[in-house]
């Protein structure tokens, strides 16, 4: 008897034997990411219906955010953590921390410029963050989250329709293969030109809620927990003049049906930091007290979960203690976790990246950048480009890596006060039961 089977007529998986299917994930995941084309689709759903058996099932944190937002739980602040390579192995130290530590208020996420530049679809994000939930042995629901599918102001001009219609596929593509969470960002369409803080957010409260009925719409999407976002990250700070005007436009948008469980601001963050000529990064002067008061008008007024914060990761740590202080609901994290890899790779390796880094995308560099500066922008665009080296690194390597993701991991968990928080997410949140049929060996990635 085999570790698995596919049933005549539902298609549906059956994991037969656990330890021995444990013992060929290793081999499965990676014919998910590198097998014949035709295949791929076929085990990444072989590994989120085995995820979804043994007690690992992607979720919506819906019913925690809903509750947090009546009041009834507070406290922490949920790190949502962007894996860019190394994914399956990464967010295995992840898992192992949150295991000793008892967390389960936290998510994985990939925004929708990662997909491309990472060379991850969502089908295999989910995939390779539910196959590492199994490879620990994790138990509780696994958050895996859209981050930042955001409108291209430039696309947006040029054809509003379309540039739409892509962020709808990608909603699509996202819940079709047991996303979650949905982080709609149309802050780029904020015009600030215009008088008064309704007409300013009008479009962006617009196309948020059209955004958010598409994906309630969605036969997955009932439960699924939609964010918005009020002020472009690395811009001006977020007021809560701003958080009210956009909200009120999105209920009356939405028939005053609040789709939203959260709102992304801004309070002096910017994505991988401001990078100094030296390839250092700048101090940064975040705002808790706007943070805060963010949050509480979201909570109050509006009963959100919270203010949610960008561009976090980069912080000094001895600030990750003020965001539960500040009631943020959620924090995002990337290019601390990302550095990580980048210190840690071998010597050659690094050498031999960064020149590819300097060859391709040399038209895209900023002359007043350094060297250093161009290399720390640029970098995380060379995870999709050697995204089978990043795999096929030695054991030895990765561990170097995994190691020390599973480090930071456990003190940014400790941090956000999300330690002991597992029986808590299982008690406001319902792991999706409902198997979905296997795909056919044919089927193909959307691109």
Known sequence: MGAWEIEDGSRKLRVLNGPEFQKELDLIVWKSVFGPEEQRLFWRRLIIEAARQRGAAPASIAGLYQ????????????????????????????????????????????????????????????????????????????????????????????????????????????????????????????????????????????????????????????????????????????????????MKLCLKNCGQKNELAKVSVNTGTSHGGVVLPDGGLAKVAISFETLAALSRVAKEEFGLAGAVQHGASTLPEEMFDQFPKAETAEIHLATGFQNIMYDLIGEDFRREFYARIEKEFAPERNPADSPSQFIYKTRKKGFGMMKKEWWSLDSAAKKKIVDAFEEKAALIFKKLKIANTLEMVKRHVRADSTAKPMPSGGAKVPG
């Open 67 to 246: 509750a947090r937002g009546r009041g009834e739980v507070s406290g922490f602040t949920v790190p949502a953590i962007n894996i860019r390579g190394l994914t399956y192995e990464a967010a295995q130290a992840v898992f192992r921390a949150a295991q000793k530590l008892s967390a389960g208020a936290f998510v994985f996420e990939l925004a929708r410029s990662e997909i491309g530049y990472t060379a991850q679809r969502p089908s295999e994000y989910a995939a390779c963050i539910l196959a590492a939930a199994l490879r620990v042995g994790w138990k509780g629901p696994v958050f895996i989250q859209g981050d930042h599918y955001q409108v291209s102001p430039k696309k947006y001009k040029e054809n509003s329709g379309e540039e739409v219609g892509a962020i709808k596929r990608l909603i699509d593509e996202s819940l079709d293969w047991d996303y979650g969470q949905i982080d709609i960002d149309a802050s780029t369409i904020v015009d600030l030109a215009r008088t008064g803080v309704l007409d300013q957010q009008k479009d962006n409260a617009s196309i948020t809620a059209e955004l958010a009925g598409y994906a309630r719409r969605h036969p997955c999407g009932g439960d699924v927990s939609l964010g918005g976002e009020i002020g472009e990250v690395g811009k001006t700070n977020s007021t809560p003049e701003e958080l009210r005007a956009f």
